[in-house]
């Protein structure tokens, strides 16, 4: 069985080889429901399909450590991009 993007096998016409990026390299936010949760985020908008990195004791934890983290990042918490942070 050979994966997609593979030589054997190459990507369908219109997609893009994906390149896996450590979490700890990729932007973080804070959950949209519970709001403790943090997540790394894939894209520029929030999407179920970001990753749990874990959970806080309050919002302000979250939201304080996605802003840090950003920041380090040389991201910042640019406004709606990371409108939470």
């Not at 519970?34 to 749990?52: K, P």
């Not at 959970?55 to 979250?62: L, P, Q, S």
């Amino acid at each position: 069985m050979t994966t997609p993007g593979s030589a054997a096998q190459p990507l369908p016409a219109g997609c893009e080889r994906w390149t896996f990026k450590s979490f700890d390299q990729q932007p973080w936010r804070p959950g949209r429901k519970v709001g403790r949760t943090i997540y790394a985020q894939s894209g520029t908008e929030a999407s179920d399909d970001d990753v749990l990195i874990g959970v806080m004791d309050t919002e302000w934890y979250a939201e304080i450590t996605c802003r840090d983290h950003n920041v380090a990042l040389g991201l910042g918490g640019v406004q709606g991009v990371f409108p939470n942070c």
